[in-house]
């Protein structure tokens, strides 16, 4: 069922945690069934990506700390990135040992970069690079228009990319 | 066009989301301009490198077989089976075939004829909802094995009948598992089998549950579905392979299914 790896991705990028992923995937979908009654989108992924989407950061609310939702300006942003506390720290990536196993072996930096980006930049990222979705379908789960799916992943990709080739001349 | 421009343009560019008509600026920009041409390389590279090194995580087993619990006790009483059907559109379109045949199993060969229009089963439904919830959740299998000799014990004291597990491998027919599913309120064996790409779910039942007066071949919003008997069980074979092999399946499998229960 690729929409279900494609949900459990996007939450798990989004909460940075496994266990968290799993269980609001679950819920989100759950909750999607049930209204499948009324679905009346010609794009079921993209429906349900959206529904998960706002689950993760509803979850988010309940579970995190708030600064974590406000849409960060690029200074605070990269201070972000420079927080080691941030990076392997408090919230997510540090609870999951196998996770952490799995980043230690694979891709190291760009993982962390990837989850360091504020939420905003990162849904976007993972939405196009990962789960390769064409703009017009971030659009319909992010619920923005092209545009701004547009300027963010221009946004997202210069942060990702100042960082990255920090790191790469390190 | 200058850098600006060009700057939203490189990323629609490098995403294949150009308009066509912007390409021969863009590219001409690029050419043009060292500065936009470096950081569309860059660009480019990060894309890539994402691409390949960051992991794009697959669902963990545990949560399909949880959503698929879920679903299956909410669906238990058959009633949910439109939204079944409209997730089986969603999460596999191929399944979703468009013609409805309807064939008939006698009761000793296994031969068919073909009527028009539906027929309204509520055993039937469940049937077809199993299967595409298992294909839907995929939570195919609580035991994945193409050995009749490990998927048969893995019943053992999970259910009230110890279910028949055949190998129909040679004709075709490959056993991929089985698992525990419910029908008509009642927990039945569900065996696996593939035909090439076509996964065929087998669902025995003892025979006094699930029964019913169902017709003995129906098919259902695409899917084909077959009933016999045997040896103390009843079996429903469904699956969208076409008729004809379906039938086939059935009749091969009837006649590999020895005709008494064994006693277990």
């Known amino acids: 069922m690729p929409h279900l790896d494609a949900a459990y991705n996007l939450a798990y990028w989004m909460t940075r945690s496994r266990a ?26 993209a429906w349900l990506l959206s529904i998960v989407r706002r689950a993760c950061y509803t979850w988010m609310k309940r579970n995190r700390r708030p600064e974590e939702l406000v849409g960060l300006e690029d200074d605070a942003a990269e201070s972000e990135i420079e927080d080691p506390a941030l990076l392997m720290g408090s919230h997510g990536l540090a609870r999951d040992p196998e996770a952490l196993l799995v980043e230690a ?26 789960e390769e979705l064409a703009y017009r379908e971030i659009a319909e789960v992010v619920g923005i228009p092209i545009g701004t799916v547009m300027s963010r992943l221009a946004r997202a990709r210069a942060l990702l990319l100042r960082q990255w080739q920090r790191e790469q001349q390190e | 066009m200058d850098c600006k421009e060009a700057q939203q343009l490189r990323h629609a560019y490098l995403d294949g989301e150009i308009d066509p008509g912007e390409t021969p600026a863009l590219e001409a920009h690029l050419r043009g301009c060292a500065e936009c041409a470096a950081l569309f390389r860059s660009e480019r590279a990060l894309s890539a490198a994402i691409k390949l090194e960051v992991p794009r995580l697959k669902a963990p087993d545990l949560l399909r077989a949880r959503i698929g619990r879920e679903l299956a006790r909410r669906e238990a009483g058959g009633r949910r089976f439109r939204e079944l059907r409209l997730l089986g559109v969603g999460w596999n379109p191929v399944a979703i075939a468009a013609s409805l045949v309807l064939a008939m199993v006698a009761s000793s060969a296994v031969t068919s004829s073909v009527m028009s229009g539906a027929q309204e089963d509520g055993v039937a439904q469940e049937v077809v909802a199993s299967h595409i919830r298992s294909l839907m959740a995929d939570h195919l299998t609580d035991v994945k094995s193409s050995d009749q000799h490990t998927v048969k014990p893995w019943f053992n004291g999970k259910l009230d009948l110890s279910p028949p597990v055949v190998d129909l491998a040679a004709a075709g027919f490959p056993l991929v598992g089985g698992r525990l599913d419910y029908i008509d309120r009642h927990p039945v064996a569900a065996l696996v089998y593939r035909r090439q790409q076509h996964v065929i779910n ?4 003892p025979e006094d549950k699930g029964g019913g007066a169902a017709p003995a071949a129906l098919a259902q919003h695409g899917y084909n579905v077959l009933r016999f ?3 103390g069980m009843n079996f429903w074979v469904v699956s969208d392979l076409n008729p004809a092999e379906l039938r086939d399946f059935a009749a091969k499998l009837k006649e590999a299914t020895p005709d008494r229960t064994a006693p277990s």
């Open chain 1, 20 to 45: 968290d992923a799993q269980d609001v995937v679950q819920d989100a979908c759950l909750r999607a069934f049930k209204y499948f009654d009324t679905f009346a989108s010609e794009n079921p992924s």
């Open chain 1, 105 to 130: 072996r694979q891709s190291k930096r760009l993982h962390q970069l990837i989850a360091a980006l504020p939420l905003e930049y990162r849904e976007i990222i993972v939405l196009r690079e990962l």
């Open chain 2, 202 to 205: 087998v669902l025995v039942s």
């Open chain 2, 229 to 231: 008997a045997r040896g």
